[in-house]
C-alpha cells in the first residue's frame, strides 16, 4: 500500500516564532577547513520588493566534497565541526548574509563530479511550498560542465552562480521570486 | 559507482500549485517560470541530521514553558512520521508554532487585537522515536481574522515543520481540526486540488491519547516522500 505524502502550506508570516531556535548563519567556525565564503544578498518578489518575511535553509558538503550524513559513502574526510546546515533570516530590507566554507565537488547522475554548489529552499509567507534552488560559484570552470547547470537555459543559468564584489571572498547572490530575472527553481 | 535512488514525486494535484490567486500573497511572490526537474544526487538524497543535542525534551510540551498555566483547552498532538510506503521516519525534527488560545501569535508582525497568553510562547519542538511517533501537549489555538479579503478568518491550525532523512524530503505544513466550520473558506487550506489530499491535512479526534480529565488528544500522521527503487549497480 502507497500512502500520500502530506500536502504542503505555507510558512505564513510569524514562523520566526518556530524556527529561529535552530538559526545558523555561520556555518563555518574558525577551524574548519577549506575557503572562507561570505554569501549576501536579497530577497524580491515580482514587483522589485523587497521579501522580509523570508526563510533560508542552506545544505551543503564539507571542502572535501562530503556530505555529513550515512548516505554519503564517499572514502573522504569528514569534519567533526562542519554540519552543513545553514537556516538564515531575512531582515526588513530582504537581505541576507551567511559566511560558510566553498564544498568540494560532489558526484552527479552521470558519474562525473558536480560543480561545487549550495542547495538552498527558500520558505516565505505567500510560498505555498518552499522553492529549491542552488548557487553556484563564480569563475569555476567545472560549472561549464555541471549536469544541473546544464539542464538550465543558458540565458537563465546565471541566477543560479553568484557574483564576485569588490571584497575578496564576499559574494553576492540573490533570490528573486518572479519576473524577467526570476531566479531558476527546481522541482525537487 | 553506485547511482543514487532518488525520492518520489508527488501525484498531480497532491501538493498546491505555486501560485493560488485567492491566496493572495501568492501572486507576486509565486514563481512565474516553469521549474526545472532536478534529478536527485547525493546533495538532495542527503541532508541535515539533528540529534538529541539540538533539542530540548521538554519542548515538547508548550503548556510548561512558564511558571503558570497557559489558558485555553489542554490538547495532546500525537502522530507518526512516514514515508510513502508506511516505513517510520525516526529521529527526524518536528518544529511547531502556533497561536495562543485567543488567535494572537507572539510576533511583533501580529497586530490582532486579542490578548497575550504571558504563559505560553506558542513554539516547541521533538523529534520522532525510533518508531516515527511523536507527541506534543500544547493548546487548541484560536481562529484569526487576517487581511487577505473580507471577513477572512483563519481556521484552527498548528504549523509543522519536518526535515525527514534527506534534503528532498523537506516539507512544511499545518495541521488543523476536524469540524471547524472556516475550512471551506480558507484559502490556503483549500490551495490544493486534490479533496483527499486537502482533508488530510486535518487532525482526528483521538480517544486514545486523550487523558481523563486532563486533555483532548487529536491525531496528526505526516507522510514524507518515499524512496524510489534502488537502482541496480552500474
Redesign the interface.
Known amino acids: ?19 529561529a ?2 538559526r545558523r548563519s555561520e556555518l563555518a567556525g574558525a577551524g574548519v577547513p577549506g575557503e572562507k565564503v561570505t554569501i549576501a544578498g536579497r530577497v524580491l ?3 522589485g ?1 523587497p ?1 522580509p ?1 523570508a526563510l533560508l ?1 542552506i ?1 551543503q ?1 564539507n571542502s572535501h566534497g562530503k ?3 550515512p ?2 559513502n564517499q572514502n573522504k574526510p569528514l569534519d567533526e565541526s562542519f ?3 545553514g537556516r538564515i533570516g531575512v531582515a526588513e530590507n530582504g537581505g541576507f548574509l551567511f559566511t560558510t566554507i566553498k564544498p568540494g565537488p ?4 552521470d ?1 562525473e563530479l ?1 560543480a561545487p ?1 549550495i ?1 538552498v ?1 527558500v ?10 534552488t542552488r548557487i553556484y560559484f563564480p569563475q569555476e570552470a567545472a560549472n561549464a560542465d555541471d ?2 547547470l546544464n ?2 537555459e543558458p540565458g ?1 543559468r546565471g541566477t543560479l552562480i553568484a557574483r564576485k564584489t569588490a571584497v575578496q571572498g564576499a559574494l553576492e547572490w540573490n533570490v528573486i ?3 524577467a530575472d ?1 531566479t ?5 | ?1 553506485t ?2 535512488a532518488g525520492y ?4 498531480p494535484g ?5 501560485l ?1 490567486p485567492p ?1 493572495v ?9 516553469p ?16 540529534g538529541k543535542e ?1 533539542t530540548d525534551v521538554k519542548a515538547c510540551d508548550l503548556t510548561r514553558q512558564h511558571s503558570g498555566e497557559p489558558l485555553g483547552e489542554r490538547i495532546i498532538v500525537s502522530g507518526r512520521v ?5 516505513r517510520p521516519v525516526p529521529h527526524t ?1 518536528i ?3 502556533q497561536a495562543n488560545a485567543a488567535g494572537r ?3 511583533e ?2 497586530q490582532h487585537d486579542a490578548p497575550l497568553d504571558p504563559n505560553f ?5 521533538t523529534l520522532t522515536d525510533a518508531a516515527g511517533r511523536y507527541r506534543f501537549v500544547t493548546i487548541r489555538p484560536g481562529a484569526y481574522p487576517w487581511r487577505n479579503h473580507h471577513n477572512a478568518w483563519r481556521p484552527a491550525h498548528i ?1 509543522f ?1 519536518i526535515f525527514g532523512l ?3 524530503t ?5 495541521m488543523y481540526f476536524p469540524g471547524d466550520a472556516l475550512l471551506p473558506y480558507d484559502p ?2 483549500n ?2 486540488a486534490d479533496e ?3 482533508n ?2 486535518i487532525s482526528v479526534f483521538d480517544w486514545e491519547s486523550t487523558i481523563l480529565e486532563q486533555a483532548l488528544g487529536y491525531r496528526f500522521d ?5 524512496r524510489e527503487a534502488t537502482p541496480m549497480e ?1
Open positions: 500500500m502507497s500512502l500520500q505524502p502530506t500536502t504542503s502550506q505555507t510558512v505564513g508570516p510569524y514562523f520566526t516564532i518556530g524556527l531556535g535552530r518578489d515580482g514587483d520588493k521579501v518575511d535553509e545544505w558538503a556530505y555529513a550524513h548516505e554519503d554540519q552543513g546546515y560532489v558526484p552527479g547522475p558519474g558536480q554548489h542547495a529552499s520558505f516565505a509567507r505567500g510560498l505555498l511550498l518552499r522553492l529549491v549536469y544541473v539542464l538550465v537563465r521570486l518572479q519576473g526570476e531558476v527553481f527546481f522541482d525537487c | 559507482m547511482s543514487i518520489r514525486r508527488p501525484a497532491t501538493q498546491p500549485k505555486h493560488h491566496y500573497s501568492s501572486i507576486k511572490r509565486a514563481p512565474s517560470k521549474l526545472v526537474y532536478l534529478p536527485h544526487t547525493l546533495t538532495e538524497v542527503t541532508g541535515p541530521l539533528f539540538a512516514l514515508d510513502e510506503d508506511a525534527l518544529e511547531v508554532w501569535y507572539l510576533h508582525a501580529d510562547i506558542g513554539c516547541g519542538h504549523h515543520s534527506a534534503f528532498a523537506r516539507l512544511v505544513t499545518q490556503i487550506f490551495c490544493t483527499q489530499a486537502r488530510r491535512l505526516v507522510i514524507l516522500s518515499g552500474r
